[in-house]
Nanobody, 126 residues
């Protein structure tokens, strides 16, 4: 059974950090790129950052560049989103998604991603 499960969300103060994990099962993550997406209250889901394999193709939106990093541990079949310098505007439900590496061109186009997790809530507030 193919599954992605996110964890690590929670409440954090502005300027704080969180690390989200995305555990894949039922398929080998080393052959898939991972994207992180988020949906804030009242807004559409948006792409945040994506990665093929560590040291390979990556892409991110301007609002998180320099603050968020993405990496994979293929041995653990897990991807991570390290979020530093969090802002209230980062408050959202965060989702991970997977796309086969053969189709990955650094896109954050949601329609191309095959497998999705259920999401984890991140709240940035004092």
């Amino acid at each position: 059974q193919v599954e992605l499960v996110e964890s690590g969300g929670g409440l954090v103060q502005p300027g704080g950090s969180l690390r989200l994990a995305c555990v894949a099962s039922g398929f080998p993550l080393e052959y898939y790129a991972i994207g992180w997406f988020r949906q804030a209250p009242g807004k559409e889901r948006e792409g945040v950052i994506c990665l093929g394999n560590n040291g390979g193709m990556t892409n991110s939106v301007d609002s998180v560049r320099g603050r968020f990093t993405i990496f994979k541990d293929n041995a653990k079949n897990t991807a991570y989103l390290q979020m530093n310098g969090l802002k209230p505007d980062d408050t959202a439900v965060y989702y991970c998604a997977a796309i086969p590496l053969a189709r990955f061109l650094g896109q954050l186009d949601q329609a191309n991603y095959e497998f999705w997790g259920q999401g984890t809530q991140v709240t940035v507030s004092s």
